[in-house]
């Protein structure tokens, strides 16, 4: 079973400021990785999949990196209601798994 | 716009059987060549994926709740379910129903529902 490690667990930052998120498998996942947002009290959203793609709707200031066993979702310059948590997920081994997920919150 | 709505009771005794449903509107839950799943997420924990089925049936279980679960489609009410047998306290959690991507990029959830909330509790 593929475990996801996210770092760091709480991440602060301002607004304007530039949000680097981690995630790493404890093998490789080649680029079948997505990261998701998620809001209090709302369902996941799909911002990134296949590790680069951006999702339906989500804005260029979300871009994903890496493959094999080190990804990065970075937010170039946070917007107010990018304040949330955001999860990885992996489906190269069955079944999909999430990691423990990064709380991004306002500094 | 696919949408996508649980349903079900939020209230499950211990050793019962937790029986949920997901609507699915916008769309035909028969269209294209996606899975559609179960996805659960426990107050102020992660998510873990429960398990999926294709609407000719075919299904796939987490191996961690096989032994529990099933996943049941009825194409005529664009709708999937979830049953999830001897519950205990450790299944509280909010259920998601969820819509895979299309290969290549299945196992990927694009639509998700807003989520309900089982208890587990006599």
């Known amino acids: 079973e593929i475990v996801l490690t996210q770092s760091p667990a709480t991440l602060s930052l301002s607004p304007g400021e530039r949000a680097t998120l981690s995630c790493r498998a404890s093998?490789?996942?080649?680029?079948?990785l997505a990261w998701y947002q998620q809001k209090p009290g709302q369902a996941p959203r799909l911002l990134i999949y296949d590790a680069s793609n951006r999702a339906t709707g989500i804005p260029a200031r979300f871009s994903g990196s890496g493959s094999g066993t080190d990804f990065t979702l970075t937010i170039s310059s946070l917007e107010p209601e990018d304040f949330a948590v955001y999860y990885c997920?992996?489906?190269?081994?069955?079944?999909?798994?999430f990691g423990q997920g990064t709380r991004l919150e306002i500094k | 716009q696919v949408q996508l709505q649980e349903s079900g009771p939020g209230l499950v005794k211990p050793s019962q059987t937790l029986s949920l449903t997901c609507t699915v509107s916008?769309?035909?839950?028969?269209?294209?060549?996606?899975?559609w799943s179960w996805i659960r997420q426990p107050a102020g924990k992660g998510l873990e994926w429960i398990g999926r089925?294709?609407?000719?049936?075919?299904?796939n279980y987490n191996p961690s709740l096989k032994s529990r679960v099933t996943i049941s489609v009825d194409t005529s009410k664009n709708q999937f379910s979830l049953k999830l047998s001897s519950v205990t306290a450790a299944d509280t959690a909010v259920y998601y129903c969820?819509?895979?991507?299309?290969?290549?990029?299945?196992?990927?959830?694009?639509?998700w529902g807003q989520g309900t909330l089982v208890t587990v509790s006599s």
């Open positions: 997920q992996q489906r190269s081994n069955w079944p999909p798994a």
């Open positions: 969820a819509r895979e991507m299309e290969p290549p990029s299945f196992g990927m959830f694009d639509y």
């Open positions: 916008g769309g035909s839950i028969s269209s294209g060549s996606y899975y």
């Open positions: 089925i294709y609407t000719s049936g075919s299904t």
């Open positions: 093998q490789s996942v080649s680029s079948y």
